[in-house]
């Protein structure tokens, strides 16, 4: 939260001189597959830059091969769509590297040059600045997101359980990157890493009551249709949602479109439904060809 509120106030680095031009903030988020990295990467995003404006996001799955720094080093113009590019035309950006694990060791060695002196200079010899960018990076590792509170301890032991493993944690992502010989990187992320736990099941409620939402106000945004679930729908869509939390919010995502997006989609295709009608979801079942829906106009 302090590094977030002097980014967004542009306080970061106040403390030298005015032409140290290190970006305006930087995170590692933590965690494994589907607890929130990215989605809390992009509600920074909306916080420091609005709803409207992109982020710049890239896949270090991308960039495994040894050449991949150089890819981000190209020739960079105001509209050819390259990294460098982006950044020239909008200098004050929110930059995504995801799965940071991923890159080759030479792209992490760029992302730290970019961290510690805030520009690049280009293939052509053009200077780009990041003095105005806020800098993320998510890693996905083995064992580096620790479970939730166990709710057989007290409070006052699962802090103590917790902040231990939150040490271990860090220090096995410290050592990642050292392995890597990133040894920059790994002095970088002491301070600004932010470990995610698990999701567990009250999170996960939470998450499908917004994903269900979110299909709903399309469709009657779209299409004028009015749509709700009945209590026992609505209990079997949890249940199976929510049955199995190692993908986090992609494993519920998932099950979602499966369950309902899919059998949804396709009595909205068959049936006739006209716009300004309230629809009932009465009955969910799942047969041998897929999921199906029974709907009920009030």
Same mark, same amino acid.
């Given at each position: 939260?302090?590094?977030?509120?002097?980014?967004?106030?542009?306080?970061?680095?106040?403390?030298?001189?005015?032409?140290?031009?290190?970006?305006?903030?930087?995170?590692?988020?933590?965690?494994?597959?589907?607890?929130?990295?990215?989605?809390?990467?992009?509600?920074?995003?909306?916080?420091?830059?609005?709803?409207?404006?992109?982020?710049?996001?890239?896949?270090?799955?991308?960039?495994?091969?040894?050449?991949?720094?150089?890819?981000?080093?190209?020739?960079?113009?105001?509209?050819?769509?390259?990294?460098?590019?982006?950044?020239?035309?909008?200098?004050?950006?929110?930059?995504?590297?995801?799965?940071?694990?991923?890159?080759?060791?030479?792209?992490?060695?760029?992302?730290?040059?970019?961290?510690?002196?805030?520009?690049?200079?280009?293939?052509?010899?053009?200077?780009?600045?990041?003095?105005?960018?806020?800098?993320?990076?998510?890693?996905?590792? #083995?064992?580096?997101?620790?479970? %939730?509170?166990? /709710? @057989?301890? $007290?409070?006052? =032991?699962?802090?103590? &359980? +917790?902040?231990?493993?939150?040490?271990?944690?860090?220090?096995?992502?410290?050592?990642?990157?050292?392995?890597?010989?990133?040894?920059?990187?790994?002095?970088?992320?002491?301070?600004?890493?932010?470990?995610?736990?698990?999701?567990?099941?009250?999170?996960?409620?939470?998450?499908?009551?917004?994903?269900?939402?979110?299909?709903?106000?399309?469709? #009657?945004?779209?299409?004028?249709? %009015?749509?709700? /679930? @009945?209590? $026992?729908?609505? =209990?079997?869509?949890? &249940? +199976?949602?929510?049955?199995?939390?190692?993908?986090?919010?992609?494993?519920?995502?998932?099950?979602?479109?499966?369950?309902?997006?899919?059998?949804?989609?396709?009595?909205?295709?068959?049936?006739?439904?006209?716009?300004?009608?309230?629809?009932?979801?009465?009955?969910?079942?799942?047969?041998?060809?897929?999921?199906?829906?029974?709907?009920?106009?009030?």
């Amino acid at each position: 939260c302090n590094l977030l509120n002097q980014a967004y106030l542009g306080l970061s680095y106040s403390q030298y001189p005015q032409d140290y031009s290190k970006p305006r903030g930087f995170f590692l988020l933590a965690g494994h597959e589907g607890v929130g990295k990215t989605t809390l990467a992009y509600a920074i995003k909306d916080l420091l830059l609005g709803p409207y404006r992109d982020m710049i996001l890239l896949n270090m799955g991308d960039y495994q091969d040894e050449n991949a720094w150089r890819r981000l080093l190209l020739h960079s113009t105001l509209d050819n769509g390259s990294f460098l590019g982006k950044i020239r035309k909008n200098p004050y950006s929110v930059i995504l590297f995801e799965n940071i694990e991923s890159a080759h060791p030479s792209v992490i060695k760029l992302i730290s040059s970019i961290i510690r002196d805030g520009e690049i200079i280009t293939d052509d010899g053009y200077a780009i600045g990041f003095s105005g960018c806020l800098i993320m990076c998510t890693i996905r590792l #083995s064992g580096c997101c620790p479970n %939730t509170y166990q /709710m @057989s301890h $007290s409070e006052e =032991e699962t802090t103590k &359980e +917790y902040l231990a493993r939150e040490r271990t944690v860090h220090e096995s992502i410290t050592l990642f990157f050292e392995e890597k010989k990133c040894l920059d990187f790994s002095k970088y992320i002491r301070g600004n890493t932010i470990i995610f736990r698990g999701i567990n099941p009250d999170a996960a409620k939470l998450i499908l009551d917004v994903m269900i939402n979110r299909i709903f106000e399309k469709v #009657s945004a779209m299409y004028g249709i %009015t749509l709700m /679930m @009945s209590t $026992s729908v609505q =209990e079997m869509v949890e &249940e +199976y949602c929510c049955q199995d939390l190692t993908r986090g919010g992609i494993g519920i995502g998932q099950r979602v479109e499966a369950m309902l997006v899919h059998p949804l989609s396709r009595i909205l295709i068959q049936e006739t439904i006209s716009p300004e009608e309230k629809v009932i979801i009465t009955h969910i079942s799942d047969s041998e060809t897929g999921w199906e829906v029974s709907l009920s106009r009030v």
